[in-house]
């Protein structure tokens, strides 16, 4: 059975692009008899918005879209610190103390989450009470785990590179994991076999790949669709001004006709569909 999810952060409204989100996670599960879910990544405790879950939920619903809806990220905070304390125990994780502005001066490339973090921590001995994020050791890890692949709906199979992000933060100052272990270790833990998601995140990916072969995890397939754009072709961001679902309803748009424009295809969709983290 196919089993898709939705897996909105509540810090900031949906826009159109979570809507086709939505609705292509939404059609590949439920038209071939499989479970659509919505999943609140309210992980980042300081950014996150609670009373935003329910306007997902009408959202959604004005979407004409029907889920069932797991626990959300704050729920699940002992299954993430359990999962770092296997990788701190298997040696693959160390504290970092280096800011944003340290890494952007010593990092000698760019990938696809900004400054790729050149290892300055790592091997450095800091004092125990240091405030410190816990990266992985990206280099360790596949010497334990070998060779990986994985396998894109749409971008076919796939070799792990999970060096592409480099020592990516595992656990984060303040809270017990980063995006990447936490959405891991739910997909795992809700059953989700086609994590359906958006092609910026496609890079993320080759890191996940790593943490479910380091913790022992089923590996589901991934469906990573291209995004939609604005007039001036760039991805829609609410920074950027773009409207939310909830504003082009009050104006009087019709969610479940958008939908069918939506899956018609009738809003640019980026031709280049940023599969390669190079
Ligand atoms: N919570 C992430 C976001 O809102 C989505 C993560 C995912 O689909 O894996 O961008």
């Known amino acids: 059975m196919i089993v898709t999810r939705f897996a909105p952060s509540p810090n900031g409204m949906l826009h159109m692009g979570h809507a086709f989100s939505a609705i292509t996670a939404h059609d590949l599960a439920v038209n071939a008899g499989g479970r659509f879910l919505l999943r609140i990544e309210d992980i980042d405790g300081v ?20 889920w069932e809806e797991v626990a959300a990220q704050s729920k699940r905070t002992d299954t993430y610190t359990a999962a770092a ?3 701190r ?18 990092a000698s490339r760019i990938g696809a989450e900004g ?6 921590c790592k091997g450095k001995m800091l004092p125990a009470d240091t405030a410190a994020v816990w990266r992985l050791d ?5 010497s334990r785990t070998g060779d990986l692949q994985w396998n894109d709906a749409l971008a ?8 592409a992000l480099g020592d990516v933060v595992i656990v984060r100052k303040d809270e017990p994991a980063s995006y990447h272990l ?3 270790l739910d997909d795992a833990a809700d059953g989700v076999t086609l994590v359906t998601r958006g092609a910026d995140l496609f890079a993320a990916t080759h890191i996940h790949r790593l943490l479910q072969a380091l913790l022992d995890l089923p590996v589901p397939r991934w469906h990573h669709h291209p995004l939609i754009l604005d007039e001036q072709g ?19 748009l019709d969610g479940q006709q958008l939908g069918t424009e939506l899956r018609a295809g009738r809003y640019t969709v980026s031709p280049d569909t940023p599969y390669r983290n190079s």
Do not use: M
């Open 47 to 66: 950014r996150s918005k609670p009373e935003l879950a329910d306007a997902f939920r009408e959202d959604l619903a004005g979407l004409g879209l029907g």
């Open 85 to 87: 304390h296997t990788l």
């Open 89 to 106: 125990e298997a040696g693959l994780l160390y504290p970092c103390v280096c800011s944003r502005a340290d890494i952007a001066a010593a």
């Open 115 to 120: 400054p790729v973090y050149p290892g300055t």
């Open 138 to 142: 990206v280099r360790e890890a596949i």
């Open 156 to 163: 076919g199979r796939q070799n792990a590179d999970p060096l």
């Open 182 to 184: 936490a959405a891991t």
């Open 234 to 252: 760039r991805k829609l961001a609410k920074r950027r001004g773009s409207q939310s679902l909830a504003d082009l309803r009050q104006s009087g």
